[in-house]
């Protein structure tokens, strides 16, 4: 009985984040918004941290949108503890490109931060807005069905390196 008590409110909040997402969807094609948003590749021991979200069909690398008044960095640093549970300080993180979309009827401006880590540091999902996290290597990674900026981001970084 306990392990349906404890399902029961995580799938309220997939359900809640799909609502929420496709709203934002619908407001998008109304309204074509121009959006800033962030994404964090960390690595640890060349392999990359890949997130799934409840609300996605896409795996992605953690991120989200800038609040107002926020800085890019920052935004970053909030993202990785809420998404992940990891504790970083907006020096830690290398800024690597910004890269334009349009996505969902939406102009996404979206910066990519780097951020390597040691094997001490431990990642946590909530098992609502993230249902899944794991390290991969890069080409495994992109066999994964990415969302747009990590696979350009990976794409880019695998030409780089070649």
Sequence with gaps: MNAIMIKIPNMLFHWAYKFAHTALVAFAFIFRPAMRGVNVAVWRDGRLLIIKNSYRQHYSVPGGYVKSGESSQAAAVRELAEEVGIEAYPNQL?????????????????????????????????????????????????????????KTYLEELIRIRK
């Design 94 to 150: 290398k800024p690597v490109n910004q890269y334009v979309f349009k996505v969902h009827y939406k102009r996404e401006t979206i910066d990519i931060f780097e951020l390597t880590v040691g094997s001490h540091v431990s990642v946590s999902v909530d098992n609502r807005e993230v249902v899944w996290a794991g390290f991969m290597t890069p080409d495994k990674a992109l066999t994964k069905d990415l969302c747009l900026p990590a």
